[in-house]
């Protein structure tokens, strides 16, 4: 009797140590799915946030841009003929020259809003030039095409900060510019009319690495 009573004890003991040993492995587990559903939703309204953002970067005004879907870049609608291997702005007759400041205005003040609205986001705006092909240059000396196409583009960013727009001062410095010239090689090339593609190719998108780092900081 002595016996079988020493082991119902025995037996007793090992089931509340069990029980102790399942509860705590249970609240570890709770605590860890707890920190997991915290990490997911967190990550679902940061991405929430970027969605946003894109969206409303991409909804430029109709009648100066128009969307590329292919490439997801904007291609700026206006007719810009520079004269043969120029850059300068003055090639462009007065009205087209009257259309592109109002471009550069429209596009201006729609990162100006979002910058506003999401003032934690940082953007940056990519301003490319292009180059005709003709009698094949763009195999007898393609590095001649990305000088041209940049000093293009540099030319429209000069030619948009003349005119009052300088993207540089949006926000508080929100707005990183970076010019570049895709000579006879944008993927957003037309290949029904060569002339098209002295036209300038716009991208804007928002900082997503950098607003990510800005939240983890803020944790």
């Given at each position: 009797?002595?016996?079988?009573?020493?082991?119902?004890?025995?037996?007793?003991?090992?089931?509340?140590?069990?029980?102790?040993?399942?509860?705590?492995?249970?609240?570890?587990?709770?605590?860890?799915?707890?920190?997991?559903?915290?990490?997911?939703?967190a990550a679902a309204d940061q991405l929430k946030e970027i969605e946003s953002v894109q969206n409303?970067?991409?909804?430029?005004?109709s009648r100066y841009y128009s969307f590329d879907e292919i490439n997801k870049r904007y291609k700026l609608n206006i007719d810009v003929h520079f004269k043969p291997n120029s850059s300068k702005i003055s090639d462009i007759p007065f009205s087209k020259r009257q259309?592109?400041?109002?471009?550069?205005?429209?596009?201006?003040?729609?990162?100006?809003?979002?910058?506003?609205?999401?003032?934690?986001?940082?953007?940056?705006?990519?301003?490319?030039?292009?180059?005709?092909?003709?009698?094949?240059?763009?195999?007898?000396?393609?590095d001649k095409g990305y000088r041209l196409s940049y000093n293009r583009a540099l030319a429209l960013f000069n030619f948009w900060k003349d005119e009052g727009f300088d993207f540089g001062e949006i926000g508080n410095n929100q707005c990183e510019i970076i010019i570049a010239g895709s000579g006879y090689f944008s993927q957003s090339r037309d290949t029904i009319t060569e002339q098209n593609n002295k036209r300038f190719i716009i991208q804007v998108t928002s900082k997503v690495g950098k607003y990510f780092n800005k939240n983890e900081k803020n944790k």
């Open positions: 009797m002595k016996k079988a009573g020493f082991f119902w004890v025995s037996y007793a003991d090992l089931m509340t140590s069990l029980f102790f040993v399942m509860l705590i492995l249970y609240i570890i587990s709770f605590a860890i799915v707890k920190s997991k559903q915290s990490e997911l939703q409303a970067i991409e909804n430029l005004d259309e592109l400041a109002l471009a550069g205005k429209k596009l201006f003040y729609k990162i100006d809003s979002i910058v506003k609205v999401n003032e934690s986001v940082d953007y940056l705006l990519i301003i490319e030039g292009n180059a005709a092909r003709y009698n094949e240059n763009y195999i007898r000396d393609p």
